[in-house]
């Protein structure tokens, strides 16, 4: 039985309900079939928090692959898929008004780490109904960058980053969670490829 490990972020700025964590929970509804358990946690939009949880959950629960999700406010209808975090450049201060010292993640890391899922063979295999899916190689150095570097550095690779739009009237939870759980299926098809 394979744990699987996924985030998504609390309220910040004018987003009182954020999307991502929505999304989150909506997918633990659902569930992953039976040989995934699959553990949510909501991250705080603060980057030193945020980093202590990540490594908790790589240091304790080793899963197989961690899924952090983000809000992406300018993607009204869009979902996209991330390969890779950045280590430098994060001035732009949290919700408790702190940037990370040096402008890094991890003092002397790698300038950025790919995930070990192949996110263009991921978006060429899959369809999300009444959403564009796109690629992207710049999570946009915020909590969301600086989250999935900090668990690409732990994980040796084995995360992934999805960014969500805001909820809206056609943008629901439930239709979230729904791509979600298509989306991370195919992730986790493509962790057992890797394996055998």
């Known amino acids: 039985n394979h744990l699987s490990f996924f985030s998504g972020f609390g309220p910040f700025r004018q987003y009182l309900v954020n999307s991502s964590w929505e999304a989150v929970k909506e997918l633990s509804k659902r569930g992953l079939g039976e040989n995934i358990n699959l553990q949510i946690m909501q991250l705080p939009v603060v980057y030193q928090k945020a980093k202590e949880q990540v490594c908790k959950i790589w240091t304790t629960l080793q899963p197989l692959l961690t899924v952090h999700v983000g809000l992406a406010s300018s993607a009204t209808a869009l979902i ?23 402008a890094c993640c991890v003092l002397d890391g790698p300038e950025k ?7 263009k063979t991921l978006w060429k295999n899959i369809s999300v109904e009444g959403i564009d899916v796109i690629l992207s190689r710049d999570a946009g150095r915020y909590i969301c960058d600086y989250t999935y570097y900090t668990s690409l550095y732990y994980g040796n690779g084995r995360a992934a980053f999805i960014h969500v739009p805001p909820l809206s009237e056609s943008i629901t939870a439930e239709f979230l969670g729904k791509a979600l759980q298509t989306i991370i299926l195919a992730m986790l098809e493509q962790c057992g490829e890797q394996r055998e």
């Open 80 to 102: 996209i898929l991330e390969q890779c975090g950045k280590n430098k450049g994060y001035q732009e201060t949290d919700a408790c008004g702190f940037h990370p010292e040096g």
């Open 113 to 119: 780490i790919e995930s070990t899922i192949n996110m």
